[in-house]
């Protein structure tokens, strides 16, 4: 199987290449039966979408465009969503298993008690998103995506790797961070730092970490005064 890694971080892609599985073309993600398998669902423009006790297995979604997305109590293994444009999305009470969001606009989402095991976020914008209770049970990438002013809130994030995003005004609250690795990321304006414990960096983003957390305390530094 194919792996995408960064450092210490592997993350099993979805199988779609292997001998015998073909791909089927459909024109809707909800299955009828509550389970669609081995498809390829393209260029979707929705006004809605809403799909509730969906299993979606091995499959390739592109080019979707959706006004308002409600996804709830969805299965999704082995797919490959890329290129699409999922505004005001809420995607609930679901589990996601090897599975790749590439270059996709995820903005203003709001994930809520998702788990993640072996997914890939690549080259994906989700600015002003909130992730509530987010386990990731297995390695979770996120690459080359813009973060800015997304909150992450009560969740596992232990096995998380996010390189070369942007953490613009990127928020931490509550939730366990052990063994989240924020190396190849600028971290002078993280929020909630108190929530960091046990993260790992590089030596030299400390000092990032510090200008985060002096923009955070509201420091007043004395020579300021001192020059009034």
């Known amino acids: 199987m194919d792996t995408r890694t960064i450092r210490r971080t592997s993350v099993t892609l979805p199988a779609l290449d ?20 081995g498809f390829h669902y393209a260029d979707g423009d929705l ?28 299965r999704v293994d082995s797919v490959e969503f890329t290129g699409c444009d999922l ?7 679901s589990r996601i298993s090897r599975a790749v ?3 996709s606009r995820l903005m203003g989402a709001m994930f809520e008690d998702v788990t993640l095991d072996d997914v890939l976020f ?22 080359r995506c813009s973060l800015r002013e997304t909150t ?9 790797l996010i390189d070369g995003c942007d953490l613009r005004l990127t928020e931490f609250e509550g939730g366990n961070h ?31 970490l510090a200008d985060a957390l002096t923009t955070e305390l509201a420091v007043t530094f004395g020579e300021d005064l001192d020059s009034d």
Request: net charge positive; with cysteine.
């Open 18 to 37: 292997e001998p015998g599985l073909r791909l089927s073309p459909v024109t809707s993600l909800d299955g009828g039966r509550g389970r669609v398998a």
């Open 47 to 74: 006004r809605a979408l809403d799909l509730a006790d969906v299993h979606l297995l091995d499959g390739r979604v592109t080019g979707l465009k959706a006004r308002r997305a409600h996804l709830e109590k969805l």
């Open 87 to 93: 505004a005001s999305l809420r995607w609930t009470d």
């Open 101 to 103: 969001f590439r270059d």
């Open 122 to 143: 690549e080259n994906c914008k989700l600015d002003h998103s909130v992730l509530t209770r987010v386990r990731a049970t297995g390695p979770v990438i996120f690459s």
């Open 152 to 160: 992450f809130a009560a969740a596992d994030l232990g096995r998380v």
């Open 178 to 208: 052990r063994g989240l690795d924020l190396r190849g990321n600028t971290l002078s304006q993280l929020r909630g730092l108190s929530a960091l414990k046990r993260i790992v960096i590089d030596r030299a983003q400390s000092l990032q």
